[in-house]
């Protein structure tokens, strides 16, 4: 029989345990709530950019974006966003499950790559692998700003355009809805395919506009369409960057409440366990004493 004392003990513990994952999943749910808003906020507006980049480049005539040119591939540059933290669940494996891959591809085929990794949790698994690392991050939390995502964007724009690097991949988890999260990789540079993934997720169009979808829209450009593409396609990859950015997120958080609620129930049927056999112990010691107490009478006789 197990002894009472570690009985309590143990279930004192797990009910501690209870509070910490319990109160961890409220400050989950609280951060998913303000991320949610800034990813959606951001949706509508990366969507449109995109969609003005691409209309806007395909227009154009003759004048066209060094971000938007396609060449052969000879340096690469691989952004994995994971988390600083753990006690997400799954999360920063999905992420790294596609970022590990990538890597190995690229040392296999000799093909010259920098890897970035934004995430403590990523960095320590990259540093076990023997991975090296050309920069790493720390300061992306659930509320990254533009401003540092735009410094990053920068550089790589300044990369691109000085012939550097020929293209840019990020791994991340992509925020699809509230149930639904996936790791994925995506091509950020060159930006030739602009605004055709985003399309796919708009709003379905009307069947009066739908006609015209595919219609080529004139465009007027005041000054010139070389200064325009010059202020816009920037900022289309800067946004896009950004968007990555809220997406992993809000991901993030989505998985720490799952995992922090799946551990509170855990922690809740095995406190009904323990208490159980506190329960079946203590009593089955009750009946050892009334049993010693009934002998001993017994022999007095």
Do not use: W
């Not at 085929?109 to 991975?131: C, H, M, T, Y």
């Not at 939390?141 to 533009?146: C, G, H, I």
């Not at 506009?209 to 200064?227: C, L, Q, R, S, T």
């Amino acid at each position: 029989m197990a002894n009472l004392r570690v009985l309590v003990k143990r279930r004192k513990a797990v009910r501690n345990i209870r509070k910490i994952t319990k109160t961890m999943e409220l400050i989950a749910t609280a951060r998913f709530k303000k991320a949610l808003d800034r990813a959606t906020e951001a949706e509508a507006y990366t969507r449109k950019i995109a969609e003005l980049a691409a209309d806007l480049s395909k227009n154009a005539g003759d004048v066209t974006h060094p971000l938007l040119a396609t060449r052969p591939v000879k340096k690469t540059v691989v952004l994995v966003i994971t988390a600083n933290r753990g006690l997400c669940g799954g999360y920063n494996g999905s992420v790294l499950r596609e970022a590990l891959p990538l890597t190995r591809q690229l040392t296999a085929n000799n093909a010259p790559f920098d890897l970035e990794v934004s995430g403590k949790r990523g960095i320590a698994f990259f540093k076990f692998q023997g991975v090296p690392r050309t920069r790493e991050y720390t300061n992306f939390e659930d509320k990254p700003s533009f401003a540092e995502v735009d410094t990053v964007a920068s550089r790589y724009v300044d990369l691109f355009i000085s012939g550097q690097i020929d293209e840019v991949k990020v791994v991340y988890t992509r925020f699809i809805s509230a149930a639904k999260q996936q790791a994925v990789v995506e091509t950020l540079l060159p930006l030739s395919s602009v605004g055709v993934e985003t399309r796919k997720s708009a709003p379905a169009v009307t069947e009066g506009a739908a006609g015209g979808a595919d219609a080529k829209v004139e465009y007027e450009f005041i000054p010139n369409a070389a200064e325009i593409l010059e202020e816009l396609v920037p900022a289309a990859l800067k946004v896009r960057l950004f968007k990555m950015f809220l997406d992993a997120a809000v991901s993030e958080q989505i998985a720490r409440r799952i995992a922090m609620k799946a551990a509170t129930e855990n922690a809740g049927d095995l406190i009904k366990d323990i208490t159980r056999l506190y329960n079946r112990t203590r009593q089955a010691n009750i009946t050892k004493e009334i049993s010693e107490l009934i002998a001993g009478s017994e022999a007095l006789k």
